[in-house]
């Protein structure tokens, strides 16, 4: 069936210049053919395509000491392993596939730590599209491994040096590309927020993490877990994962989704707690970045969700050690969740999520993205039960292009668990 | 349900709407800019509230709200400044939804409205909210008497045409080109297709997104439009003065005298 709904209750929409409207419908119906009705073999292209070129299905992996340490069963499950190592790969090859069915000759995306701008830049090349990637100044010189990444696959990067210089920032300035460039152009928006049918689509094409993680959590342990845990900027990889476990969402087609007490997984969507919850108002910063656990209802980058903003509708700059969750905002459909209470959304700070980089790294041999890490720090900073025996952690990608920003981060601190952060200069 | 102040504004002769952006680079400052609008000749102000994320604007009018909120700019303060400016033409505030949304105790438009309403705001344009989601702000306005003014683009289709007048009251604003504001050296020739795809339509159609001088001002209104509006090109008066440090009188002076140019030409291509 077509989802033509643009709204998730009180949230979505579409609050975008005319300019784009028109676009915007050419999308949702393309998405409505090619995505929810497979015409012309579309998704069983993406599928090909995701398999072949992504490396998909990624694993389900045991992690034995995090298992010890904290005396449950925890399973990591292994976007970090898809090719470009990250979930994003997922959304950018599905949206560069879909604008390659509708026509469209060039190919724009914004990004925020870079892995959605490399996955986007790499899915280009790989489809032969014309690419052009918006970053902020400032994630530039925090991810400069991604910007040369983005630009060895043949993309353009182009800094945005308005406000921080953050994702942010980069949205807007691709939004106005796009308002520019309309005609032939399809503005691959990274995560799960926007203008319907941006946040659907976005999440049918990370749909896989979950279907994968049901299955492979009946497989390898005979019935699906207790929780899952997922890192939230904008909230692609945890809608991602969180899809076909929210049973209960009118908005899930999960084939199966009856055959198991599904109500009974608990979701955790971990925000980056950043250096403080507190906001300071006057100069219009929240020192994190958990919209979903501190922000209120509001209109950005062409929905309505929950935003850092303050009492005019000003949209605060945010922050976060991770530039990939350092965003003012969130996707309408977890803030919808979360109103729902389906969603249990909780942050951790700066330093809990570096500590947790390390100890990912030390433990388990995996050094994780510092999204994944505050994901990972919840299992540490949460004491009571309510995770269960069998939990789920969703690492969304892996952490070399975070290596400069953590070693300098964690230079700055007292992180108990870091190791020596001389530099051997003879 | 059109406003009469903005109504009358089209009744004579083409109407000329310059726009900034209120607290440009200060409150006190911006107050005699936009009173050197009316005195250039301005028949209907297009004042512009500030936004942190202004997506559809280019860089100079970004430039200006990022002085005007460096300057202090708040919705509260945008109120009174529209109190406190002395100018006998309609003003239509210009800004992006969220700042509607949040306003006041209630989410949803209608405070803001009402105190819009209160100031002397006579209509609004906002450039973030499409038909589909501009319901609850159009009852607002009816409610209260003010119009919304929608944007028609260069992409926008037959069928979204009809329903974008039936929705518009006061004027629609014609975008001239894809893309976001700023001013440009050229009419481009998408202003005159769209022009003739709107002369069917009985509402006053005013061409913005591009405007510079006179000579562009004079071709835009013998191609049929009833209007126009600048933005960037008077913007850029201030951000030069800004830079230069130019004494306020300096600046305002330069405003009058290239809207009371914009005017002429305006006046001219209605001949």
Known sequence: MPETDTTFGDYGGQYVPEALMPAIEELTDAYERYVLNNEDGFMDEFRERIRDFGGRPTPLQRADNLSERYDRDIYLKREDLLHGGAHKLNNALGQVLLAKYMGKERIIAETGAGQHGTATAMAAAHLDMPCEIYMGRRDVNRQRPNVFRMRIN???????????????????????????????????????????????????????????TRRQTREQYGRLPDSVVAC?????????????????????????????????????????GGSSLDVDEERGVAPNSASLSTGSEGVLHGARTKLLQNSDGQIMES?????????????????????????????????????????LSQE???????????ALAFLETETDADLGEFVVVNVSGRGDKDLEAALEETAQRDIPNAPAMEVFDE | ???????????????????????????????????????????????????????????????????????????GRYF??????????????????????????????????RKAKSVGIDGFVVPDLPAEEADPLREACDEHGLDLVFIVAPTTDDERLDRLVSLSSGYLYVQARLGVTGARDDVSSETTSSLDRLAAYDIPKAVGFGIKTG??????????????????????????????DAPTEETAAELESLCEELKAGALEGAQ
Not at chain 1, 334 to 354: H, Q, S
Not at chain 2, 215 to 237: K, N, P, T, W
């Open chain 1, 154 to 212: 043949g993309a353009e990067v182009n800094p945005v040096d308005t406000g921080r210089g953050t994702l942010k920032e980069a949205i807007s300035e691709t939004m106005r590309d796009w308002a520019t460039t309309v005609e032939n152009t399809h503005y691959v928006i990274g995560s799960i927020v926007g203008p319907a049918p941006f946040p659907a689509m976005v999440r049918d094409f990370h749909r896989i993490i979950s279907e994968e």
């Open chain 1, 232 to 272: 939230a900027g904008g909230g692609s990889n945890t809608m991602g994962i969180f899809a076909d476990f929210t049973s209960d969402s009118p908005f899930s087609t999960a084939p199966d989704s009856n055959t198991d007490a599904d109500d009974d997984v608990s979701l955790f969507a971990v925000e980056a």
């Open chain 1, 319 to 359: 922050h976060s050690v991770s530039s990939g969750l350092d965003y003012a905002g969130v996707g309408p459909e977890l803030a919808k969740l979360v109103d729902d209470e389906r969603v249990t959304p909780v942050n951790v700070d700066d330093d809990a999520a570096l500590e947790a980089f390390h100890r």
């Open chain 1, 364 to 374: 388990e041999g995996i050094i994780p993205a510092l999204e994944t890490a505050h």
């Open chain 2, 1 to 75: 349900m059109s406003n009469p102040a903005i109504d009358a504004a089209f009744a004579d002769e083409p109407a000329f709407i310059p726009y900034l952006a209120a607290g440009d680079p200060s409150y006190d400052a911006s107050l005699e800019y936009v009173e050197a609008l009316a005195r250039g000749g301005a028949d209907i102000i297009e004042l512009g509230l500030p936004f942190s994320e202004p997506i559809a604007e280019g860089s100079t009018i970004q430039n200006a709200i990022v002085r005007s909120l460096q300057g202090g700019m708040t919705v």
């Open chain 2, 80 to 113: 009174e400044f529209v109190t406190d400016l002395d100018v006998d033409v309609p003003v239509v505030c210009m800004t992006y939804y969220n700042l509607i949304y949040q306003y006041g105790d209630e989410p949803g438009p209608e405070p803001f409205v």
């Open chain 2, 215 to 244: 000579e562009h001002a004079r071709d835009i209104i013998a191609g049929g439009a009833d209007g126009i509006i600048v933005g960037s090109a008077l913007v850029d008066i201030i951000a030069e003065g800004t830079e230069a």
